[in-house]
């Protein structure tokens, strides 16, 4: 590529070094606004390419990986370490693009987290965002040399350390907490039932049938798709009417998906109580602890103690939500003398309704009144003035 040596070279230069830098920030943002998130989505792609050991780690590659974007965006910005930055622009766009390519082509990841949960995008939006970013970074790469820092060496590189400090104390600290913006359909505000719901008149999804054919004398095969085949009308043909393994079906068209959509609680024999425990016009405190074997379980004794008291005080209902099995949730509610409703519910619901184990939601017919980490979890003080005393 011919190097840049102009005035309005300069400002191509400098155009993309803006756009980059600012959209490596931004994307790395979102992300570490969600470390778990990020590393729930990790684990799809360790599953893909069977590297599932790193599963332990995924937390930590997330956070890094979240810090080391922001960190790269940040230092091209101010122009510090260039030849260096520009090699991990390099190096971390193509190992995006690949990841995009692979899921798009092969069908696996269907959402790339590329921006979290704020920005869902398909593979293959995914993938063309990151070519035209590959594009961008080409000309910052055989342009490195020309990159000026806005500041000394000295200074730039303590801005770079500052800046990937900044980056990490922010995955540590949305991790111990919660995510300072929340995206997730069960957001402080949010109605659960109504989010379940598919309004009157949407289209729901449209698929296909595609039918493998074998003709009985010649032997010769065909496939056709289901309007294809009524409309030949070869289904009239008895010599085509040999259909050879499964019908599939194919996606045509996305049609209406609701926020929540794989959202089912049920007691221990399978009875489902999903529409009687969000529809309760009472406040309802729901623990959520998808993996009961994993959840603190100092956090678990002192939830049990404030439910203790919020039921004898203002007969306030707590239930325990987890995906744990049956027999052991009931043996867990006996060694720490649960008084709560213990149901049952998939995992990855679950660890959507917040990024705790556990984690707390305050519930009235069917709305989330406020969410809370383990860690932030207000006292009982503090609940009553706030919610029970009103």
């Known amino acids: 590529m ?12 400098w155009a993309c070094r803006i756009f980059v830098g600012v959209l490596f920030i931004f994307s790395g943002l979102i ?11 990790l684990q799809e792609y360790f599953v893909v390419f069977h590297i599932t050991f790193l599963n332990v780690f995924s937390l930590i590659i997330a956070i890094v990986l979240c810090a080391l974007e922001m960190s790269l965006g940040f230092a091209l910005l101010i122009g510090a370490r260039s030849v260096k930055v520009a090699w991990g622009l390099l190096l971390l766009i193509i190992f995006f693009a690949f990841l995009t390519f692979y899921s798009a082509y092969f069908k696996v990841v269907q959402t790339c987290g590329c921006f979290g949960d704020a920005i869902p995008l398909t593979p293959w939006q995914s993938f063309s965002k990151d ?16 990159i000026q820092p806005l500041f000394n060496a000295r200074k730039g590189d303590g801005l770079l350390v500052i800046s990937a400090v900044v980056s990490l104390g922010i995955g540590l600290y949305t991790y111990h907490f919660l995510p300072v913006i929340d995206f997730l359909p069960y957001k402080a505000g949010a109605n659960i039932l109504d989010e379940m719901k598919t309004p009157p008149g949407a289209k729901p999804d ?39 393994g499964q019908t599939e079906s194919h996606l045509v068209k996305t049609g209406f998906t609701p926020k929540i959509r794989d959202l089912s609680i049920s ?19 729901i623990i959520v602890a998808y993996d009961l074997s994993s959840a603190d379980e100092d956090a678990i004794n002192s939830l049990n103690a404030l439910a203790i008291n919020l039921k004898q005080d203002f007969d306030i209902r707590t239930v325990l939500l987890t995906s744990s099995p049956p027999q052991f949730a009931e043996a867990f509610g006996k060694k720490h003398k649960l008084i709560t409703d213990i149901f049952y ?22 709305t989330v009144i406020n969410k809370w ?7 009982y003080d503090e609940l009553v003035k706030k919610y029970f005393r009103q």
């Open 2 to 13: 011919k190097k840049l040596n102009d005035k309005t070279a300069l400002w191509l230069l």
């Open 31 to 41: 992300k570490i606004n969600d470390p778990i998130g990020f590393s729930y989505k």
């Open 131 to 146: 070519l035209f970013l590959l594009l961008l970074i080409l000309v910052l790469f055989f342009n490195r040399r020309k």
């Open 206 to 244: 449209e698929y296909e049938q595609i039918f493998h054919l074998k003709n009985k004398k010649t032997g010769a095969t065909k496939v056709m798709n289901n309007t294809d085949y009524m409309s030949s009308n070869i289904w009239k043909d008895n010599d085509w009417a040999v259909i050879v």
């Open 267 to 285: 007691d221990a024999q399978g009875n489902d109580y999903t529409k009687e425990l969000l529809s309760s016009p009472y406040y309802n405190l």
């Open 345 to 366: 519910a998939d995992d990855v619901p679950l660890k959507e309704m917040v990024r705790a184990n556990p984690g707390i939601l305050l519930l009235k017919n069917s």
């Open 373 to 379: 980490h383990y860690h932030t979890m207000p006292n």
